[in-house]
């Protein structure tokens, strides 16, 4: 009996149901707000959705990063205007078939990369995983972007305009990660289970 009750309580500090939906929709909160918000960079002007996906994957981890960031697009993909550009430039599946749909998949992908290196890597590690990321990020946003624009103009619409400045956001969402103290970082993700 002792040990039924037991194992059905909560580990200590592991974080509830409640505790994980929370953290999710508070990511997707802030991956809204990270699309909507515009900073003055040159060449165009950037949206911080790089930096957000990055520190949520890397603050999360693997399984509340990649549930926090599928969350997301779930809710764009049922037409919430989550997305940057959104409702203006469409909402739900049609915008996400549009030009921006490998990058978006991209995120999800890069969301795992991150999430991973955060679980089982030393946070040095983080940066590189960012690194490579944002690397898939491109491969799949421009490869999308090539059927809906000739081909000599992706890189001039999919990468020369941003990718200086997605360098700037992951510098600054390593920055973040890596400067929490671990104390906060465990509060944060909870305890990891054993691999």
Do not use: C, H
């Not at 421009?142 to 510098?171: E, H, M, T």
């Not at 920055?175 to 054993?194: A, C, E, N, S, Y």
């Amino acid at each position: 009996m002792k040990a039924t009750l037991q194992s059905t309580l909560p580990a200590a500090g592991a974080i509830t149901p409640a505790g994980q939906i929370l953290r999710i929709v508070m990511g997707i909160l802030l991956l809204t707000a990270s699309a909507k918000v515009q900073v003055p960079f040159w060449p165009v002007p950037m949206t911080l959705q790089v930096a957000a996906v990055m520190a949520i994957a890397a603050a999360f981890g693997l399984r509340l990063g990649s549930a926090t960031v599928i969350g997301y697009m779930v809710a764009g993909a049922v037409g919430l205007p989550v997305f940057a550009g959104t409702p203006e430039k469409g909402i739900g599946l049609a915008y996400m078939m549009g030009g921006t749909g490998g990058y978006l998949l991209g995120f999800v992908v890069a969301s795992v990369m991150v999430g991973w290196a955060a679980d089982n890597l030393r946070k040095l590690f983080l940066v590189p995983a960012m690194l490579a990321g944002l690397a898939v990020i491109y491969a799949l946003g421009l490869g999308w972007l090539a059927q809906f624009v000739p081909a000599d103009k992706v890189l001039v619409y999919g990468f020369s305009p941003f990718i200086l400045g997605d360098l700037v956001k992951i510098a600054l969402a390593a920055v973040l990660v890596i400067g929490l103290p671990t104390g906060l970082m465990q509060k944060i993700r909870g305890p990891q289970p054993d691999a």
